[in-house]
């Protein structure tokens, strides 16, 4: 299991997920959130406390809600606005050593909206 803890304690959530790599995106929200994101099927994710106390905030093309802490301010997920079977975790959330040698993959969702590599 990997746990994911905002900066306050007050949302925790662990996921099952193995990920073969985390996303860094450039996007202009991703990219002042400063995220790194481990994506994965909700249905790998259990949150410890704080689910309901999130605060979600749904950027222009209203196809995401980004969610954080209403305590600390920590960026903790996104979840689609509609249908979905997907989600992200903020893994600058996890303990360092939990995803240290993951590869981290950078996604140009400026412009091209794909991997760069």
Known sequence: MLTATCHCGAVRMETSARPLWLTDC?????????????????AEVTFLCGEDDTVAYVQGDRTLAIHHCPTCG???????????????INARLMEPGAIAGLRIRRFDGADRFDYLD
């Not at 959130?33 to 994506?39: F, K, P, Q, R, V």
């Not at 996104?78 to 249908?83: D, F, L, N, S, V």
């Open 26 to 42: 450039n996007c202009s929200l991703c990219r002042r959130l400063g995220a790194l994101w481990l994506h994965c099927d909700p």
């Open 74 to 88: 920590c960026t903790t997920h996104w979840r689609p606005t509609g249908e979905g079977n997907r989600m992200a």
